[in-house]
């Protein structure tokens, strides 16, 4: 079946350090790739989306490159700041068999950027 | 723009009473939508959708049960809560169409004493 895996974390870092977060995945076909962050006592909010190779999805200082040949949907930020102090799921949805669309969940990376 | 609203926030309730939490969705018509369970510092567990009006489908057998009186509502339930029902509480829909992304509610903190 299908499957996301994220490095454990916590991740820490100092403010302005470069972050990058891996995600790789399991899945037949092309799937749609997202990140989301939840910020502490919140839901998820969608950060990016990438939806076919070589797609990059960007927002608020992030990136991300969907990378068929490697199977892998990496964030990047070049700056941290301590507001991005949060847990960062990657998830992707299947091409096949997905009536009702259906994401497939990482665990999760913490992190915590201090000052 | 599409929102979704859930609650309440917070909710205590001693163990062996019912629960019942809602979620609607405003801006959107037919969407699908899902219930979450988020143990503490964990991951995401699907307890839910739903395609359509009525239509439910259960991911994990529970102590938890869901119904969908509405196109845009969706209401989790139970009649007697456990100790290990407690959890954040997440609701979420999407578009129909595959491939699409979800967008979550702001959840709701349910503590069994």
């Known amino acids: 079946g299908d499957s996301v895996t994220q490095m454990e974390g916590p991740v820490t870092l100092s403010e302005e350090a470069f972050l990058t977060i891996n995600c790789t995945y399991t899945?037949?076909?092309?799937?749609?790739l997202f990140w989301y962050v939840q910020y502490p006592g919140e839901g998820l909010q969608l950060l990016l989306k990438?939806?076919?190779?070589?797609d990059k999805g960007s927002n608020k200082g992030f990136e991300a490159t969907y990378r068929k040949e490697t199977t892998s949907f990496h964030l990047e930020k070049g700056s941290v700041q301590v507001s991005d102090s949060a847990v960062y799921f990657c998830a992707l949805s299947p091409t096949a068999n997905n009536a009702g669309n259906m994401l497939t969940f990482g665990g999760g990376t913490r992190l915590m950027v201090k000052p | 723009s599409q929102t979704i609203h859930q609650w309440p926030a917070t909710l205590v309730q001693p163990v062996g009473s019912p629960l019942s939490l809602e979620c609607t969705v405003e801006?959107?018509?037919?969407?699908?939508l899902y219930w979450y369970r988020q143990a503490a510092g964990r991951g995401l567990q699907l307890l839910f959708y739903?395609?359509?009006?009525?239509?439910i489908s259960s991911e994990v057998p529970q102590n938890l049960s869901a119904s969908r009186p509405q196109d845009r509502q969706f209401i989790l339930s139970s009649k007697k809560l456990l100790l290990s029902d407690s959890g954040f509480y997440l609701c979420?829909?999407?578009?129909?169409?595959?491939?699409?992304?979800?967008?979550f509610g702001d959840g709701t903190r349910l503590s069994i004493l």
């Open positions: 979420a829909w999407s578009v129909r169409k595959g491939r699409e992304p979800q967008h």
């Open positions: 899945a037949t076909g092309y799937p749609s």
């Open positions: 990438a939806t076919k190779a070589d």
């Open positions: 739903s395609v359509g009006i009525g239509q």
């Open positions: 801006g959107t018509s037919n969407p699908n």
